[in-house]
């Protein structure tokens, strides 16, 4: 396997002058791009930087990000991308946790976090460092197992973690992806899901086949489709929240997405019920992935042809893993037996940086614990029960919250629901449902615990059903429980 700088050099060469990426009105070529990337590593020698060195990236969706893959690539330097949409304490954490040496990005969000360390706005500043050093190059010698980036998990549970990921690793994602995505040279990829996470995995495939990207600034469902018209894409990176806005959205359009060959959807769960809602308005282009930060993106593979016909599962072991179900003391679950997800392999994180106790928790011999629990079932597909840290436990019995949330989906009223567990005296834990309506229907709590009396084993119905206009969600999309378990202790007081 290759390095990323290997495999964008030999685009350059092969596809000079064709469209690399676009933002907006700006354009620029595979050579214009790779001049420019390997400028701004040339700036990044001069200020003392090593290869090795960590350097920041803060900033909304722009055509940075991709330009600044390649600086990382070409220099050896590692790139830590920081979501946008955290707080300014968050991003502080990261940059110290990572020690980064330099911060590229927009005025607007690096000036508060009060930094005292080397720092490139995205304005003429930035234009100049590469304006003065185009003609010029750096020859640091990059080998696959060097670390490309430090990409910080989501950190529902604590301080977020900085997992380290390798040219290998980010490599093996981008050909797992090209599988599953079915990419060729032909294919327009577009990125509306935040450069810091998903879409940037996807972004990779570039590198492959000399794809042409174009990127947008923000996700707005109307505008979003008419941009996917306009600019004729055919694969895209989608997170469910985002789908189900889309399909939801009064002016909905299906026809507008007639370029589209593939929407890769990650991130989080999706309800059966709303997936199959996409199907029957879109058809079968969606391909479904499972993975993690620290094995990104193709855990699992659910391809397009297949998806509708098994909306319970996340698919088939992808190509640069090895999976498999275990039980607390390690031994492999037969088919249909629960236990946790574990897999090894190309894919897999180096480990955690700055954080030896935590990688040793994880990685155990070379196998990730994701800590989710799932089960296989005889054709080896892959059924995702729920997050160990959130399976209830109510008089000693497991009952897993995305079960009930999968039946409650099914009301015609509801747009996105959250189970949680919280203290009961007499069973240890009860079940309790938070429901955002759609506006279609309306949610009646007790109808509500009737369809699930309708489908589910009397002890899994929720006790509870508590309507809102919103459900608490990180930056990334994923639904926040802990913070719905606050609001009800606080609530329950």
């Known amino acids: 396997m290759e390095t990323v700088g290997v495999l964008a050099k030999k685009v350059i060469r092969s596809f ?104 490139l706005f995205i304005d003429e500043a930035y234009d100049k460092a590469i304006a003065d050093h185009i003609g010029e190059s750096v020859t ?3 080998e696959e197992d060097d670390l490309f980036a430090i990409m910080y998990t989501s950190g529902t549970t604590g301080n977020p973690k900085g997992v380290m990921l390798s040219h290998r690793n980010i490599i093996a994602g981008a050909l797992s992806l090209s599988q599953s995505c ?8 577009g990125h509306v899901a935040p450069l810091t996470h998903g879409s940037n995995f996807l972004s990779h495939v570039s590198w492959l086949h000399g794809n042409t990207q174009i990127v947008y600034n923000k996700f707005a469902p109307e505008e979003f489709l008419d941009d ?11 997170v469910p929240t985002m789908v189900n806005l889309m399909v939801q959205h009064p002016q909905f359009n299906p026809e507008k997405l007639k370029s589209i060959k593939s929407i890769n959807m990650a991130g989080s769960a999706i309800a059966a019920s709303k ?42 072991t992808g ?40 990688t040793q928790e994880t990685l155990v011999d070379g196998w990730l614990r994701t800590g989710d629990l799932g089960w296989m079932d005889d054709l080896g597909y892959l059924h995702i029960v729920d997050r160990i840290k959130e399976v209830i436990i ?9 079960e009930i949330e999968e039946v409650l989906n099914k009301h015609e009223g509801i747009k996105e629901t959250a189970v949680i567990g919280v203290p009961d005296d007499k069973w240890g834990e009860s079940v309790v449902a938070y429901v955002v309506s759609n506006g279609v229907k309306e949610v009646v709590s007790e109808d509500a615990i009737k369809l699930c009396e309708d489908h589910l084993a009397s002890f899994k119905k929720p006790k509870k059903i508590i309507i809102v206009d919103e459900l608490p969600k990180s930056s990334y999309g994923k639904i926040l429980k802990r913070e719905l378990v606050n609001v009800y202790s606080k609530a329950v007081k």
């Open 275 to 316: 997936l199959q809602e996409a199907l029957d308005q879109l058809g079968t282009i969606f391909v479904q992935t499972y993975g993690q930060v620290e094995a990104p993106m193709c855990i699992t593979i659910m391809m397009r042809d297949e998806l509708s016909d098994r909306l319970q599962s996340c698919g088939r």
């Open 182 to 189: 079915e990419v060729n040279k032909h294919d327009v990829i």
């Open 394 to 402: 109510s008089g000693g019995v497991n009952i897993y919250p995305r």
């Open 140 to 142: 640091e010698k990059v």
């Open 16 to 119: 000079p002058d064709k469209r690399a990426v676009v933002f907006g009105e700006r354009r620029l070529t595979f050579q214009q791009l790779g001049d420019r990337a390997m400028a701004m590593a040339a700036y990044f020698s001069k200020i003392g930087m090593r290869k090795g060195d960590r350097f920041g990236v803060l900033m909304s969706n722009r055509l940075e990000h991709i330009e600044l893959d390649l600086v990382a690539a070409f220099g050896g330097f590692i790139k830590v991308p920081l979501n946008y949409r955290l707080h300014p304490n968050e991003h502080k954490y990261m940059i110290d946790d990572a020690d980064v040496r330099l911060i590229i990005g927009e005025k607007e969000l690096i000036e508060p976090i009060g930094l005292k360390i080397n720092t």
């Open 228 to 238: 996917i018209e306009r600019d004729q894409v055919s694969t895209i990176f989608l």
């Open 319 to 358: 190509p640069f893993v090895e999976l498999k179900i275990i039980d607390e003391h390690w031994a492999e679950m037969a088919p249909g037996e629960v236990g946790e997800i574990v897999c090894k392999g190309s894919l897999v994180m180096q480990g955690y940086w700055n954080n030896e106790k935590g």
